[in-house]
């Protein structure tokens, strides 16, 4: 259809009417040829990545519109050609899942696959539309789920991509669970390099997973572009894939996060051509000047969430903008917005599958605790001294999360780093946790430093707990008489072994994908900044199979700055919002 040199008559639609178009295959690109109509010019503008108006080409200027051959502006096409298209690229997406769903229920109960109904949900959406989009809560069963779709798929080769972390859970349940299909795992990292010597003329999988996809949601990173090139090239090689990309977050913190998963699973389901005009219909965004350098930037001012918000300014309508007696320099009338945001999910309906753990498990709810541990006159007159002399929030707060701690990192001459310890009164909570668990013979503990896991795990091995070490320098697995336990039998024996295990990590090391359940409790000895850690780290043991003791997120508070940074993680602040300041009055 698309070959060089042919020309295809049809019509598209341009607002209630469907327009006569030609349109010449040259050189890969599209050139369309239709009377004027400005309804259509608007949505080939709006619709077709890369589109151009040739009539201001130096040279052969023309009145006629263009846009690439690709599988974005391929579906886009066929959807403005309406009932005069060999396909309705949204066919697939309004088809009723239910129909595959005794079948599924079936092959869960041959294979012994204990599974909850909004995994049926999930494997009929796979199974129907072959491109999905799985937006489930951590801890609702997508692993098991899509171990499944890969099996009643009839497809044998599959890739699976995510993280290090993620991919080792991955790999164990695979085995635990029996699976009859064997994916090549990758992590995001490492396929770039496999797509950089991919052999010639070698055809792409046919069924590709993609873990923890907010890894993917940035157009212009690399691992980005490598997966989007794998999913692009897997459509060109084959007549028919499954691609599935599945995320823990149902509503990411920036709506504008969606686009580029969804062109990866299905390249032109969103209306818009690139993530800025996505962005623009989603919010309202001013140009800004630039301090230095001179040009512009796009500030974002408010996301289009609330229909009370107006579509001039933003502002609610009681805001100063929108009265005429306001001192404001500038007032106008209150014009209500569109919720585009809420728009959105709706748009999204049939490729997206939305779970959240409230609305489909019966787990008991997280129950936070704080154990405050008094820092004594000493460790408190240190930090004081800390905070005093801190030139900037980062490096004081460094300073303080060390101390809080246990332990400073000093700065030898030659550059290495020696660890000074201190008394800690956070080590006699850890104590007392492990003699709580006893009985249940597992516990979870995150520390935000290399010194405080190494810290944690001598106080673990002393009281003759074996210990699952997940860091920045990678896994280990220790008993307690220092013997190194199999890399590849790690989690089995966190999860069924019968010694006691402490899993000890970092939250941004270990906090995406793995399945801690196994523990009723996580333990923060300290916390990171990042909050999205935080999160998937609670997340590890609050979920399918958790402990039938429930699950408990306890926080060791010493010095003040703990709770500081603490409050600062559950509003989800960057640092830009730290000061010196209220550093220092925390401590007072």
């Given at each position: 259809?698309?070959?060089?040199g042919?020309?295809?008559?049809t019509?598209?639609?341009g607002?209630?009417?469907?327009?006569?178009?030609?349109?010449?295959?040259?050189?890969?690109q599209?050139?369309?040829?239709?009377?004027?109509?400005?309804?259509?010019?608007e949505?080939?503008?709006?619709r077709?990545?890369r589109?151009?108006w040739?009539?201001?080409?130096?040279e052969n200027?023309?009145k006629?519109?263009s846009a690439?051959?690709?599988?974005?502006n391929?579906f886009q096409?066929r959807?403005?050609?309406?009932?005069?298209a060999d396909i309705n690229?949204?066919?697939?997406?309004?088809?009723?899942?239910s129909l595959?769903?005794?079948?599924?229920?079936?092959y869960?109960k041959?294979?012994?696959?204990?599974v909850?109904?909004h995994?049926?949900?999930?494997i009929?959406a796979?199974?129907?539309?072959h491109?999905?989009?799985?937006?489930?809560?951590?801890?609702t069963?997508k692993?098991?789920?899509a171990?499944?779709v890969m099996?009643?798929s009839?497809?044998?080769e599959w890739?699976w991509?995510g993280?290090?972390?993620?991919l080792?859970?991955?790999y164990y349940?695979?085995?635990k669970w029996n699976c009859a299909i064997?994916?090549t795992?990758y992590?995001?990292?490492?396929l770039k390099?496999?797509?950089e010597?991919w052999?010639?003329?070698f055809p792409?999988p046919?069924?590709?997973?993609?873990d923890e996809g907010?890894?993917?949601?940035?157009?212009?990173a690399?691992r980005?572009v490598?997966?989007?090139?794998?999913a692009?090239?897997?459509?060109?090689d084959?007549s028919?894939?499954?691609?599935g990309?599945?995320?823990?977050?149902p509503?990411p913190?920036?709506?504008a996060d969606?686009?580029?998963?969804?062109?990866i699973?299905c390249?032109?389901f969103?209306?818009?051509?690139?993530i800025?005009d996505f962005?623009?219909?989603?919010?309202?965004v001013?140009?800004?000047?630039?301090?230095a350098g001179?040009?512009?930037?796009p500030?974002l001012?408010?996301?289009w969430?609330?229909?009370?918000k107006?579509?001039?300014c933003?502002e609610?309508k009681?805001h100063?903008k929108?009265?005429?007696?306001s001192?404001e320099?500038?007032t106008?009338?209150?014009e209500?917005?569109?919720n585009?945001?809420a728009?959105?999910?709706?748009?999204?309906?049939?490729?997206?599958?939305v779970?959240?753990?409230k609305d489909?498990l019966?787990l008991?709810?997280?129950?936070?605790?704080?154990i405050?541990v008094p820092?004594?006159?000493?460790?408190?007159q240190?930090?004081k001294i800390?905070?005093?002399?801190?030139?900037?929030?980062?490096?004081?707060l460094?300073?303080?999360r060390e101390?809080?701690?246990g332990?400073?990192?000093?700065q030898e001459?030659k550059?290495?780093?020696?660890?000074i310890?201190?008394?800690?009164?956070?080590?006699?909570?850890i104590?007392?946790?492990?003699?709580l668990h006893?009985d249940?013979?597992?516990?979870n503990?995150?520390?935000?430093?290399?010194?405080?896991?190494d810290r944690i795990i001598?106080?673990c091995?002393k009281?003759r707990?074996n210990?699952?070490?997940?860091?920045?320098r990678?896994w280990l697995?220790q008993?307690f008489?220092?013997?190194?336990?199999?890399?590849k039998?790690?989690?089995e024996?966190y999860?069924?072994?019968n010694?006691?295990?402490?899993?000890?990590g970092?939250p941004?090391?270990a906090?995406?994908g793995?399945?801690?359940?196994?523990s009723p409790t996580?333990?923060?000895?300290?916390n990171?900044?990042?909050?999205?850690?935080?999160?998937?780290a609670?997340?590890?043991?609050h979920?399918i199979?958790?402990?039938e003791?429930?699950?408990?997120?306890?926080?060791?508070?010493h010095?003040?700055?703990?709770?500081?940074?603490l409050?600062n993680l559950?509003?989800?602040r960057?640092?830009?919002?730290l000061?010196l300041?209220g550093?220092?009055q925390?401590l007072?």
């Amino acid at each position: 259809m698309f070959n060089d040199g042919t020309t295809i008559e049809t019509k598209l639609k341009g607002g209630n009417y469907y327009v006569d178009t030609k349109i010449d295959i040259i050189d890969g690109q599209m050139f369309f040829k239709f009377p004027y109509n400005k309804k259509l010019i608007e949505e080939i503008k709006a619709r077709f990545e890369r589109r151009k108006w040739h009539g201001f080409d130096e040279e052969n200027p023309r009145k006629i519109w263009s846009a690439p051959i690709t599988q974005r502006n391929i579906f886009q096409l066929r959807y403005l050609q309406g009932k005069y298209a060999d396909i309705n690229p949204y066919d697939k997406f309004d088809k009723d899942i239910s129909l595959v769903r005794d079948e599924v229920i079936k092959y869960c109960k041959i294979t012994n696959r204990p599974v909850y109904s909004h995994q049926v949900d999930m494997i009929c959406a796979a199974l129907t539309t072959h491109e999905f989009y799985w937006a489930c809560e951590m801890g609702t069963g997508k692993t098991l789920a899509a171990f499944i779709v890969m099996e009643m798929s009839g497809i044998k080769e599959w890739f699976w991509l995510g993280p290090k972390s993620a991919l080792r859970q991955t790999y164990y349940e695979l085995h635990k669970w029996n699976c009859a299909i064997s994916p090549t795992f990758y992590t995001y990292e490492g396929l770039k390099s496999v797509i950089e010597n991919w052999p010639e003329d070698f055809p792409a999988p046919e069924g590709l997973i993609c873990d923890e996809g907010v890894k993917v949601k940035t157009p212009t990173a690399q691992r980005s572009v490598a997966v989007k090139h794998l999913a692009d090239s897997m459509r060109e090689d084959h007549s028919d894939v499954y691609i599935g990309l599945l995320s823990g977050s149902p509503a990411p913190k920036s709506p504008a996060d969606w686009y580029w998963q969804t062109e990866i699973v299905c390249p032109g389901f969103l209306r818009e051509r690139n993530i800025h005009d996505f962005k623009h219909r989603l919010s309202l965004v001013e140009e800004r000047e630039k301090f230095a350098g001179g040009g512009a930037y796009p500030h974002l001012i408010t996301w289009w969430n609330d229909s009370k918000k107006c579509k001039i300014c933003g502002e609610t309508k009681d805001h100063a903008k929108h009265q005429s007696f306001s001192m404001e320099e500038e007032t106008h009338t209150f014009e209500p917005s569109q919720n585009e945001v809420a728009n959105l999910y709706k748009r999204m309906k049939g490729l997206v599958t939305v779970k959240f753990k409230k609305d489909c498990l019966d787990l008991p709810e997280i129950v936070y605790d704080v154990i405050t541990v008094p820092p004594t006159m000493e460790i408190l007159q240190a930090a004081k001294i800390i905070a005093a002399k801190g030139d900037s929030v980062i490096k004081t707060l460094i300073a303080l999360r060390e101390l809080s701690d246990g332990f400073q990192y000093v700065q030898e001459n030659k550059g290495a780093r020696q660890v000074i310890e201190v008394p800690c009164p956070k080590d006699d909570v850890i104590i007392e946790q492990l003699d709580l668990h006893f009985d249940i013979g597992r516990l979870n503990i995150y520390a935000g430093f290399t010194a405080s896991i190494d810290r944690i795990i001598k106080i673990c091995h002393k009281l003759r707990w074996n210990t699952l070490r997940v860091d920045g320098r990678g896994w280990l697995g220790q008993t307690f008489n220092g013997d190194i336990l199999p890399d590849k039998k790690l989690l089995e024996l966190y999860d069924s072994g019968n010694d006691r295990y402490v899993f000890v990590g970092q939250p941004g090391a270990a906090g995406m994908g793995l399945d801690l359940s196994a523990s009723p409790t996580t333990l923060f000895y300290s916390n990171d900044y990042n909050a999205s850690s935080r999160i998937q780290a609670e997340a590890r043991g609050h979920r399918i199979g958790m402990s039938e003791h429930g699950g408990r997120i306890i926080d060791i508070i010493h010095l003040p700055s703990d709770k500081y940074v603490l409050d600062n993680l559950q509003a989800k602040r960057d640092l830009q919002h730290l000061t010196l300041t209220g550093i220092q009055q925390s401590l007072e």
